[in-house]
Nanobody
Framework: QVQLVESGGGWVQPGGSLRLSCAASGSISSIVVMGWYRQALGKKRELVALYTNSGSTNYGDSVKGRFTITRDNAKNTVYLQMSSLKPEDTAVYFC??????????????WGQGTQVPVSA
């Protein structure tokens, strides 16, 4: 089992910046990917950014050049630095971890979500 706890969410004005944090605990040795998804009201959950154990990153097209994902392996924590925020970035942001588990199937874990309203 893996537990994910997000922090750092809150209101921010357009053009502003915010940093989200996600701390993982539990069976962290099995985690192969950590990252962030988001879900706006009335929309499906979408990829924001991923960070693999090898250090590779993957960003959703809508956030490329504005968001940066980093990972502190010693702290088992992944961060999302968001800048040049737009109203369309308003969503609940969910921390995500992909685990190899004990069987052939991958197991996904989700945090509880943190709200990021972007408005004037």
């Amino acid at each position: 089992q893996v537990q994910l706890v997000e922090s750092g969410g809150g209101w921010v004005q357009p053009g502003g910046s915010l940093r989200l944090s996600c701390a993982a605990s539990g069976s962290i040795s099995s985690i192969v990917v950590m990252g962030w998804y988001r879900q706006a009201l009335g929309k499906k959950r979408e990829l924001v950014a991923l960070y693999t154990n090898s250090g590779s990153t993957n960003y959703g097209d809508s956030v490329k050049g504005r968001f940066t994902i980093t990972r502190d392996n010693a702290k088992n924590t992944v961060y999302l630095q968001m800048s040049s925020l737009k109203p369309e970035d308003t969503a609940v942001y969910f921390c995500y971890a992909d685990s190899s588990g004990s069987g052939p199937a991958m197991i996904s874990y989700w945090g509880q979500g943190t709200q990021v309203p972007v408005s004037a």
